[in-house]
């Protein structure tokens, strides 16, 4: 999916905002110090200066002025750095301010070829845009390690679940350095989703991209594109979030409408994201047998071979907490 002109103009002018705000902060940082150490200001005119007058000596033929410019900067920069430091500021106090270094907050960065391309950030807000309608946000504010319980499970079920709560923390602080896909599968209501949703939250907050899509919606969305003609371009853009997105979250495997079309998209998706690695959780109700018969052996293959297997079992939570309220 693209974004519409009004959404793009959106994002643009939150950059717009974000750089005034650091340069605000930026000339606020400045005008403290310099009332603190007047003498750092002193040293940043003198840079104008010194450039000033090599620029000149450049012209007139001296070639080694220049050399001799960077050498008078450095000397100027170890300086301010010790008189900030020795005032208690932090030595890159006056670097400038930006929330993404990468872009300096302008949302692109030159690629290898040269050419203009969207920052990482960029891509960030592209998607949190275009995927709203899948509610991530509502469900990350109630589903996240701070609200993690154990107290619904016993015995084995609670062994299983706190095993289940250590792999996806644990996936949360290897993502940077481990490719991990995880299939969460058991009885209903036992917090496969809410784990999916504790690990989204941790993700979408480190800067990931996160997509987090039930499987009915995520297919019906796949057909709608793939079916309709005039949407070609759009059926191209979805395949590119879905395969691209450092996260892909499918929730509740096995509720969709399941047919030849659902079984092949499901399995590009899968093999595209695997041989980009880039990580999918899977939430099913389904048994491992029932997904082997439902889907494909490929797919089966897939899951079994590429995925960290987590069964869940136990009460249905939802059902009790109902049951709790009423009495």
Known sequence: MALTNTQYD??????AVTRDANRALSMARAEEVFRVLPEVAELNDSVSALSVAAARLVL??????????????????????ALLTSAGFPEDYLEPVFDCPHCKDTGYVTGEDGLKEKC???RRREIAVLYSQTNIRELLAKEN???????????EDLQRFENAAALSKDFTKKFNQDYTNILFYGTVGTGKSFLSGCIAKELVD?????IYFSASTMFDLLARYAFDRKDRQALQEF??????CDLLIIDDLGTEYTNDFVSSQLFSCLNERHLGRKSTIISTNLSLAEIRDRYSERIFSRISS??????????????????MQNK
Do not use: N, P
């Open 10 to 15: 959106a994002i643009l002018k939150e950059y």
């Open 60 to 81: 007139s033929g001296d070639d080694a002025a220049l050399t001799r410019l960077h050498e008078q900067l450095a000397r100027i920069d170890q300086k301010r750095k």
């Open 120 to 122: 990482s950030c960029f």
């Open 145 to 155: 390690f701070s609200t993690l319980s154990y107290e619904y499970y016993q015995g």
């Open 206 to 210: 480190q800067g990931h991209s996160v």
């Open 239 to 244: 395949y590119d979030d879905l395969y691209s």
């Open 306 to 323: 590429s995925f960290e297997l987590c069964k869940l079992t136990g009460q249905d939570i939802r059902i009790y907490k109902k049951r």
